[in-house]
């Protein structure tokens, strides 16, 4: 396959569900687009890259993804602006960190141009599809799994690379109140926690359901060893704001290298906002709390931006963090929206044209 050239073949659906749509009111990730792209690997290669409607998949049950997980995922967005233009953000970064979940699970790597056309085709195609409205986005979700079939616990000879796209309103309604972790881990270290695992995801269920029962809405996840240092918030990173300064943990094994964490640091560079990446203790967190410097919390990731946390929960009790004119999660809320729906220069070169 030449890669320079590569044209990814289009059949088109001849029943569009896109009148049937409320775009008033969309949820987050239940409603399809019209199309899916779809690329195989099997006999050693990637292969036969193409667009085509949105449909059930049918998979041998002795799949590899069934038994043994092995699944990786991506989450971005696409943008529509005022003037019909249609926006990617730093979806490079998105190709880049899904081989690297790929090498970890044992997934033979997507070539940058199957990626890249696939996705901007399908985006191309379903462009109709991408809400106008403020807070929401087409949500594109890229992902691979085993497909290839047995029982043997090893890696699978063919897979799937399916980029599937679902127009989509906020991730979270209402306060999110997040619970310290201090039994369960999310990941831990030599493990797959800096990966986009499906099984990554599956793992905080359990816990989260516990939190939830418990009137939080998401888990802090601390350190697998004694859980004394905060380390994400559910499936976002974690800022923590004490005083002026940002604070957020370093990635690591366990710590997924978010593409929103990534561009959060350099626009707090670039405003000058003191920053420090490096291990935040639970003992300094309640700390900052009783003195007053606690100012804010917030959790970020592709399908939420930026979530300010309102209460954290810690050894039964509920600590309410107060409500912030000007708050950095604001601030950079703004700052990112502003360029990826094209309202605001983009000196980062973050933006990226599908058409
Ligand atoms: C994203 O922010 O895109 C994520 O990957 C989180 C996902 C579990 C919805």
Known sequence: MNLSTLQIPVEKTAHSRLADVDFSNLPFGKVHTDHMFVCTFKDGSWQDPKVMPYQALSLDPSAKVFHY??????????????????????????????????????????????FMEGLKTLIQVDQEWIPRSEGSSLYVRPFIFASGQGFHASPADEYMFIIACSPSGAYFSGKLGVRIEEKYSRAANGGVGYAKAGGNYAGQFYPTQLAVADGYQQVIWTDDNAHEFIEEAGAMNIFVRIGDTLL????????????????????????NIPTEVRKISVKELIEAEQNGSLKEMFGSGTAAVISPISSFGYQGRRYELPELENSYAAKFKKQITDIQYNRAEDPFGWRYPVK
Request: aromatic residues 6%.
């Open 69 to 114: 997980g092995q699944a990786i995922f991506e989450g971005m967005k696409a943008y529509k602006d005022t003037e019909g233009g249609v926006w990617l953000f730093r979806p490079e970064e998105n190709q880049k960190r899904l081989n690297i979940s790929a090498k970890r699970l044992a997934i033979p790597e997507v070539p940058k141009g199957i």
């Open 248 to 271: 957020t943990s370093p990635t690591s094994d366990r710590i997924l290298d978010g593409v929103t964490r990534k561009s959060i640091l350099r626009l707090a560079e670039a405003g």
